[in-house]
């Protein structure tokens, strides 16, 4: 019999099974998987979330082989990044809704590093994260994550997950929605400047001697940066309802994940 600290084989197969999930859904999660979070911070966030659950958490089957136990551990690693990817599809709905606002007036040339992801975005994308991540923060949204990772074990019990196909289709659902949901932030600067490309049209069709690309650019520069600071105030109320979908979301995608 297995004896580690006082743990027989099923207590450290059932603290293994939950810190890889715990591992993995902070790994991917929004806000935790930042790459302002040190590494180490994160292992020891997952280590004292895996202690202070261990005692709730119902021990698992002892597993009969090592090949069982690989299983059981990819299992809670495709949980961590199918719950984790869902999770994240809201900030992604909010970078892609300053893209296309940067699209618009003219800054989708301009590009910077996004620290979270490491990749290239827009100005006005990287503004509408970081505007989405102090609000998340501010309306301690954070806690709809932690209470997943627990909700999780109890949801779809260890050891195994169960792919059920509705899986799938309700993830490409979330992803809908969080584009719906980019196009309804992105909405009053993008329709201030279809509109002033229409005015601009109209000019370049009156006066075609006059150069519409030299004063268009500022034109919709102005505009757009000007819509953009009157409908900042709205984020405060509509990006709190986005981000409770986050809960809603996880919920579902884990009840299709629940084993036979």
């Known amino acids: 019999m297995i004896d580690v600290f006082g743990?027989?084989?099923?207590?450290?197969?059932?603290?293994?099974?939950?810190?890889?999930?715990?591992?993995?859904?902070?790994?991917v999660f929004p806000i935790f998987s930042a790459a302002q979070i040190p590494q180490h911070v994160r292992l020891g966030l997952g280590f004292l979330l895996a202690v202070i659950l261990y005692r709730i958490v119902p021990p698992t089957p002892l597993l009969d082989s090592y090949g069982a136990l690989i299983a059981a551990t990819a299992a809670q690693v495709v949980l961590g990044l199918i719950v984790g990817y869902v999770a994240?599809?809201?900030?992604?709905?909010?970078?892609?809704?300053?893209?296309l606002v940067d699209l618009q007036i003219g800054f989708a040339v301009a590009n910077v590093v996004n620290p979270e992801t490491q990749q290239n975005i827009t100005i006005i994308g990287e503004l509408q994260l970081a505007l989405a991540t102090l609000i998340f923060l501010a309306t301690d949204s954070q806690r709809f994550l932690i209470e997943g990772i627990a909700g999780s074990f109890t949801l779809?019990?260890?050891?195994?997950?169960?792919?059920?196909?509705s899986v799938m289709s309700h993830a490409v659902t979330f992803l809908s929605?969080?584009?719906?949901?980019?196009?309804?932030?992105?909405?009053?600067?993008?329709?201030?400047?279809f509109l002033t490309n229409i005015a601009?049209?109209?000019?370049?069709?009156?006066?075609?001697?006059?150069n519409v690309f030299v004063i268009?650019?500022?034109?919709?520069?102005?505009?757009?940066?000007?819509?953009?600071?009157i409908s900042m105030s709205l984020l405060g109320v509509?990006?709190?309802?986005?981000?409770?979908?986050?809960?809603?979301?996880?919920?579902?995608?884990?009840?299709?994940?629940?084993?036979?």
Do not use: W
């Open 216 to 229: 268009g650019f500022p034109i919709q520069i102005g505009v757009g940066l000007t819509v953009l600071g």
């Open 156 to 165: 779809v019990p260890l050891p195994y997950i169960h792919l059920d196909p």
């Open 238 to 260: 509509v990006e709190p309802d986005i981000f409770h979908q986050v809960a809603r979301q996880m919920d579902t995608i884990m009840r299709g994940l629940r084993g036979g």
């Open 177 to 193: 929605l969080a584009l719906i949901d980019a196009f309804k932030i992105a909405a009053p600067a993008a329709g201030a400047l």
């Open 7 to 27: 743990l027989n084989a099923v207590q450290v197969e059932t603290f293994l099974l939950m810190a890889v999930r715990i591992f993995v859904l902070l790994a």
């Open 88 to 99: 994240s599809l809201i900030f992604v709905g909010v970078q892609f809704a300053g893209e």
């Open 200 to 210: 601009l049209a109209f000019m370049a069709r009156v006066a075609p001697q006059m």
